[in-house]
């Protein structure tokens, strides 16, 4: 009975990873197709570099999409760095989605009024209740 019941709780964690791979992929798909007349344009691609997610589990980096545009390497570093610091304040504290914009100008940019993660947030606090509502559903279906 304990291995059925362990094997049922692999799976729902699997579900969750999944579903927070496909929410950290909208997040960033949006982001990255902002146009530039609302968000910003690249010069050296650093700061489209820098927006991506990583997925942690009790603080663990368990999945990244990070992605260079144009010469924007120290944007995908960048990126991975700011999101690995996120992801250790969570150590203990099951699955966790970051999703970020890595270049330090990114929250100038926002405050100016420029779209560089907004819509993504917006976007995430939309879907996210929806996917987790599936899921639960899914769950009880299961027992």
Wanted: hydrophobic share 40%; net charge neutral; proline share 1%.
């Amino acid at each position: 009975m304990q291995k059925r019941f362990d094997k049922f709780l692999e799976v729902v964690e699997r579900r969750q990873i999944d579903r927070l791979r496909m929410l950290g992929e909208m997040c960033i798909t949006r982001a990255r197709e902002i146009p530039a007349s609302v968000g910003f344009t690249d010069q050296t691609g650093n700061l489209r570099s820098s927006i991506g997610y990583t997925i942690f589990n009790d603080g663990v980096a368990i999945h990244e999409s990070f992605e260079q545009v144009k010469e924007g390497a120290e944007g995908v570093a960048t990126g991975r760095m700011i999101a690995e610091k996120i992801g250790d304040r969570y150590q203990g504290k099951g699955l966790v989605l970051v999703v970020v914009a890595g270049m330090n100008y990114a929250i100038y940019l926002e405050a100016k009024g420029r779209d560089v993660l907004t819509s993504a947030e917006q976007l995430a606090q939309q879907e996210l209740p929806r996917m987790l509502s599936e899921l639960v559903s899914n769950i009880n279906k299961a027992l």
